[in-house]
């Protein structure tokens, strides 16, 4: 489901699509037929990921009338455009209503069709780079890759992709996900393959799936997916995963194991997600209010709080609306000032080489 310098930069880089423009209604006229539909059904949506769990009481709190229906939290960005597809014509509780995806996804899923355009009315505040200028998808919030570390288990905290390698970490390096399916691993990938020089993309995937060869042969990588548990377990000392992941599970853990935050010094790859409402979302006026929301000061707070640099960030600090303890919170911003952001095009050759080339090439069955 993750940020950090400026998205302004990759401005030019983005799909721009022609469809038809999205017309907004009056608040109160959304309001009133949110209420009537009573339900929002998303997915995909942990509640320590990104501060979802607090997002959503959010919501709730301020639509009491409209209830939240939360399918499979741990789901992958494919996933969510399956449950889509799979639920065409089904107006039940298992028809996803709204989906936030890896950034590939957002203009695939509009090239299938399976989303709508819809513009939120803080729409002009999102940086134009980072949303289809039709409104069919837009930027959320975005993170760096860093590392999760153990450090009960982990005497020295590694620094770099390059540490990961060495003897000393066998047995101890994960992924937060499946490299196949999972966003946030596939741009782990891309992510160590930077670290060794390589442009982001297809370069950067072919380099990054040897790197992780290499760890898997030298019994460094370990293929469990990781998360907080498994690292407080020591089954993965080691998680490779988006910052505000990290900084969430750290929190959870709360000292016990201790554990450290790691931007790798040798590659900041910087990763955006985008929201998007399914074309056949059984309740779209709930869908467009969520959105709304969302996109709110308050929204995108609640996404700060989370560690996720929201993508209206730039905006909210221009009009001093960031609280000063959330800047407070996050890691030092030096450590994002060698931020990449790659382009759509690098990350959708990078995602098609990882899933491609991952069995093949790495051998290793992450589950």
Known sequence: MISKTTLL???????????????????????????AEGRLTTIALPHDWCGYGAVIDGFKAK?????????NPDAGSADELEAIRANVGNTGPQAPDVIDVGLSFGPAAQEEGLIQPYKVSTWDTIPDGAKDADGYWYGDYYGVMSFLVNTDLVDNVPTSFADLLKPEYAGAVALAGDPRASNQAILAVMAAGMSRGAEPGEAAAQAGLEYFAEMNAAGNFVPV???????AQGTTPIVIQWDYNGL????TLNGNPPVEVVVPSDAVLAGVYVQAISAHAPQP?????????????EGQLGWLAGYCHPIR????????????????????????????FPTLDQVN???????A???????ANVQ
Do not use: H
Not at 63 to 70: F, L, T
């Open 9 to 35: 930069t990759t401005a030019s880089v983005f799909s721009l699509l022609s469809a038809p423009l999205a017309q907004a209604q009056s608040m109160d006229e959304l309001i009133a037929a949110a209420n």
């Open 63 to 71: 639509y009491p009338e409209i209830e939240v229906n939360e399918l």
């Open 225 to 231: 997916i990781g998360k907080a548990g498994t690292l």
């Open 248 to 251: 969430a599970a750290r929190d």
């Open 285 to 297: 006026n709930a869908a467009k209010l969520w959105m709304e929301y969302l996109y709110s000061d």
């Open 313 to 340: 960030f730039n905006d909210l600090v221009a009009n001093d609306a960031v609280p000063q303890e959330l800047m407070d919170a996050l890691p030092p911003a030096e450590a994002y000032e060698a931020a990449v």
């Open 349 to 355: 050759a990078n995602n098609a080489a990882v899933v």
């Open 357 to 363: 080339g991952w069995d093949s090439v790495v051998g």
